[in-house]
């Protein structure tokens, strides 16, 4: 498939995606949304860059090597922060009590350890989804 | 410190699975040896948990000091610790066979995927048995029956695709009733801790019985197709004889058994005896119980394939387990529970030395057993030692624990149901007795003349003569676990 008019619009659009994602991914602990839905709108925007513009400069972009890294380092950066809980108040994932700052309810830089967790949780489903389609394409092509 | 344990545990597991897929650049040898030291740790753990608990009793462990209302909690007790110390022993075994076995079918470069499944599926098992709270095991479950589906699946075949997706979409269907029940409870109740649940149920009850029949329905059909209770156990022959010989030990030995003791949580600790008597689940257990039995054990004489056998095997197996927890006795219930061991081990047993003798003679079928124990006689002996476990030969498990349920029939006043459980060890011997006669007693001077040339690495004998040992010691001294098991189901009356 060669389209210039859907290239060009995938080229612009996808950045605006992506920013979206982190934005929601951000404010998991404000409003709707959070690690699962944004790092989806992430991996979205990367399977419409497959679409377009075909897997082999999909892998270039995001390769199984990063993926799967990502994909480990999701969860990683999410048992690291429960433990962080675990040993500094003796009871895997607490937030307040273990020293996280509390911040101003309602403020972006509030909620404690809730938005690493987010973060941690967006890299997980943005690189499983875009695994999973990856795996998907390739066994059609076989 | 001991209170962390149990998320230790589960941490060791789940990171064990994330750090595998890191390593990849570097020496396989590495990782393998990684595996092998976080599963001694989560045994060693697990057994001074279990030592813990039986010493000083239960405790909680609330995730981030949230009260058991809004939080998650974990409750750690005689029947979680004693279970979680049964599947790490039983998966360390199979672990170190499974190092030498890449041949059967799985890719070199899914062999480390393997290992990932593996952690994964056991990060969930021990979850389901900590965990306190009805959404939480659901979520385990969720983990559990996907991550089985995709190690019966790793081998890229025709069959194993046909037999995942069929294990795969009945596992739904079981998944989403047993998350509808959960609904259905938490719309009466407004708890999911297994605790609050049961004492709001206790004062209710009269009051939403249609709800409650509705819920207890849902949820025991749904972990019943899991756990492969009689009619609902098409799914399972065909995925456990597919897969690879470990996946099947796991699966037979350990998985399907969890499910069965999510129904135990259910029934004894979530609805209570009164609910459990007055909808007359007793009975249809028992008849579901003893037709598995008498079915599973048909259903595999018909069988070519030794593993499609031992799976129809499993099948009148677990019959037993339902029939023993039907009976709703504290005799019942421990001849159940020993019975789930000693199947686990029997069971691992039959399916690793099978996978042996397939590694080495990539023979599958029954008809190419004969002659097979003068080529590999250590192999076929574990066999044979599995096969008399399951008709229940004195001096192995498997008697001890048709012994306690025949007793345990017979005080619940149920002659009927000792019958079908002798008819079912007959059965038994009409299936089993045939290999092992055929491997060793024919009397073929050819075979003789083969010297025992059993070239197979020490690594994978020496796991299964650890469980033909371990059948014949449990056989001999019952009582090294029975003390256990018997303060085990203290818990749950």
Redesign the interface.
Not at chain 1, 89 to 94: C, D, E, Q, W
């Given at each position: 498939m060669n389209d210039t008019i859907l290239k060009s619009i995938t080229r612009i659009i996808v950045p605006f995606i992506q920013v979206y994602g982190v934005f929601i991914i951000l404010h998991g602990h404000l409003s709707p949304g959070g690690g699962f839905s944004g790092g989806a709108l992430i991996g979205t925007s990367l399977i419409l860059f497959t679409l377009v513009f075909g897997v082999k400069k999909a892998k270039v972009k995001f390769s199984e090597?990063v993926a799967?890294?990502s994909?480990?380092a999701g969860?990683?950066i999410y048992?690291l922060v429960?433990?962080v809980?675990?040993v500094l108040?003796?009871?895997?994932?607490?937030?307040i009590?273990a020293g996280f700052p509390a911040g101003v309810a309602g403020t972006l830089m509030s909620a404690g350890m809730i938005p690493i967790i987010m973060i941690g949780i967006g890299i997980k489903v943005a690189s499983t989804m875009i695994t999973l389609f990856h795996t998907l394409v390739e066994e059609e092509v076989r | 410190m001991i209170e962390q344990l149990p998320i230790i545990n589960l941490l060791l597991l789940l990171g064990t699975a994330l750090i595998i897929p890191l390593f990849k650049k570097r020496p396989f040898q590495l990782s393998l040896t990684l595996c092998f030291l976080v599963l001694l740790t989560v045994l060693v753990s697990s057994v001074f948990l279990l030592i813990h608990v039986l010493e000083y009793g239960e405790f909680y462990y609330h995730f981030g000091n949230h009260e058991n209302l809004i939080g998650i909690e974990f409750l750690i007790d005689a029947f979680s610790a004693f279970f979680t110390v049964f599947v790490a022993a039983l998966v360390l075994v199979i672990y170190l066979y499974s190092w030498k076995d890449k041949t059967e079918g799985i890719e070199n470069k899914e062999f480390g995927r393997y290992y990932i499944l593996l952690f994964i599926l056991l990060f969930s098992i021990f979850g389901i048995l900590y965990s306190n709270d009805l959404f939480n095991t659901y979520v385990f479950i969720e983990i559990l029956s996907i991550t089985s589906c995709a190690i019966i699946s790793i081998k890229r075949k025709k069959e194993t695709y046909t037999a995942a997706f069929r294990y795969v979409m009945l596992n739904e269907i079981a998944s989403m009733s047993y998350l509808l029940g959960v609904a259905l409870i938490y719309m009466i109740t407004g708890h999911l801790n297994l605790e609050r649940v049961a004492t709001s149920l206790q004062s209710i009850w009269p009051l939403y019985s249609t709800n409650i029949i509705i819920a207890i329905g849902f949820m025991t059909i749904g972990v019943g197709i899991k756990a492969a209770i009689f009619p609902f156990h098409i799914w399972l022959p065909d995925a456990h004889a597919t897969a690879p010989s470990t996946s099947s030990a796991i699966l037979s030995g350990i998985v399907v058994k969890i499910y069965i003791l999510v129904l135990v949580k259910l029934l004894f600790r979530v609805f209570g005896m009164e609910i459990v008597e007055a909808l007359h689940i007793k009975w249809i257990m028992l008849i579901l119980g003893s037709a598995g039995m008498i079915m599973g054990s048909i259903f595999a004489i018909a069988q070519k394939d030794v593993k499609r056998m031992l799976g129809y095997s499993s099948v009148a197996q677990i019959g037993y387990i339902i029939l023993g927890i039907g009976l709703f006795t504290e005799a019942g219930l421990q001849a159940a529970f020993f019975h789930i061991i000693s199947h686990g081990i029997m069971k691992a047993a039959l399916f690793l030395s099978v996978g042996v003798i397939i590694y080495y003679k990539h023979v599958q079928k029954l008809k190419d057993f004969e002659g097979i124990g003068y080529q590999m006689p250590i192999s076929m002996t574990v066999f044979s030692f599995g096969a008399l476990g399951m008709v229940g030969i004195p001096l192995t498990s498997g008697f001890i624990s048709k012994f306690n349920l025949g007793i345990a029939v017979i005080d619940a006043n149920l002659i009927f149901f000792l019958i079908i459980i002798i008819l079912s060890g007959l059965l038994n011997v009409v299936y089993y007795f045939p290999i092992v006669i055929s491997a060793f007693l024919k009397d073929n001077k050819e075979m003789q003349k083969i010297p025992h040339i059993e070239k197979v690495p020490n690594i994978m004998l020496i796991p299964i003569l650890t469980l033909g040992v371990a059948i014949v010691v449990l056989g001999l001294f019952p009582n090294l676990i029975m003390d256990i098991i018997v303060s085990v189901v203290a818990t749950l009356f």
């Open positions: 090597r799967e890294i994909g480990s969860i990683i048992v429960g433990i809980g675990l108040a003796g009871s895997f994932l607490t937030n009590e | -």
